[in-house]
Antibody, heavy 120, light 108 residues
Framework: QVQLVESGGGVVLPGRSLGLSCGTS????????IHWVRQAPGKGLEWVAF????????YYADSVRGRFTVSRDNSKNTVYLQMISLRAEDTAVYYC?????????????WGQGALVTVSS | SYVLTQAPSVSVAPGQTARITCGGY??????VHWYQQKPGQAPVLVVY???DRPSGIPERFSGSNSGNTATLTISRVGAGDEADYYC???????????FGGGTKLTVL
């Protein structure tokens, strides 16, 4: 079945960098766009970034543009989120989610999430 | 940028019908999706494209979209439906995904 598994979370000092990975299985990875969505403790869902099926298009939330970079390796069925200049407000559970496709932008499968804590 | 507005909480007695709304300017022109999130778990898609249900989602979950309001309706509510519910759209102008603030459904 469709699976997405995030890894790479942890505790990081403000201003430092961290990378997340989203490994996938159970579907033809190169056919699907992938999103990153985060959720701060006790807060709602916040969309972070999008990468198209072939990596040719990337979109970012205003809150992370210029600091976060999304990429993918279709030979490894994996999406990455590189985060630099991290701030306390970036503390959240980060989910990767599969975009079903077409124009509606719905997320039909999600990973279990990876916790990123930015703290001194 | 486009904004989706949800009430923070909704309460309903067991067996009754819960209606969770999502307000947005001319939202009827967009495809609205709804997610259920239980504590400690990832969100789950329960309604997509305003009113369609993914396989495995009970018929008790339904959706509608008109004017400036989209609505998720859950009939015959049970304790297992207690969760946070989020509406979501894709804003094609900004190429951003927008989530509503979420509504906590409490079953009394």
């Amino acid at each position: 079945q469709v699976q997405l598994v995030e890894s790479g979370g942890g505790v990081v000092l403000p201003g430092r960098s961290l990378g997340l990975s989203c490994g996938t299985s159970g579907f033809i990875f190169s056919d699907y766009a992938i999103h990153w969505v985060r959720q701060a403790p006790g807060k709602g869902l916040e969309w972070v970034a999008f990468i198209s099926y072939d990596g040719s298009n990337e979109y970012y939330a205003d809150s992370v543009r210029g600091r976060f970079t999304v990429s993918r390796d279709n030979s490894k069925n994996t999406v990455y989120l590189q985060m630099i200049s991290l701030r306390a407000e970036d503390t959240a559970v980060y989910y990767c989610a599969r975009d079903y496709g077409g124009d509606s932008g719905r997320f039909d499968s999600w990973g279990q999430g990876a916790l990123v804590t930015v703290s001194s | 940028s486009y904004v989706l507005t949800q009430a923070p909480s909704v309460s309903v007695a067991p067996g009754q019908t819960a209606r969770i709304t999502c307000g947005g300017y001319n939202i009827r022109t967009k495809s609205v999706h709804w997610y259920q999130q239980k504590p400690g778990q990832a969100p789950v898609l329960v309604v997509y494209d305003d009113s369609d249900r993914p396989s495995g989602i009970p018929e008790r979950f339904s959706g509608s979209n008109s004017g400036n309001t989209a609505t998720l309706t859950i009939s015959r509510v049970g304790a297992g439906d207690e969760a946070d519910y989020y509406c979501q759209v894709w804003d094609t102008i900004s190429n951003h995904v927008i989530f509503g603030g979420g509504t906590k459904l409490t079953v009394l």
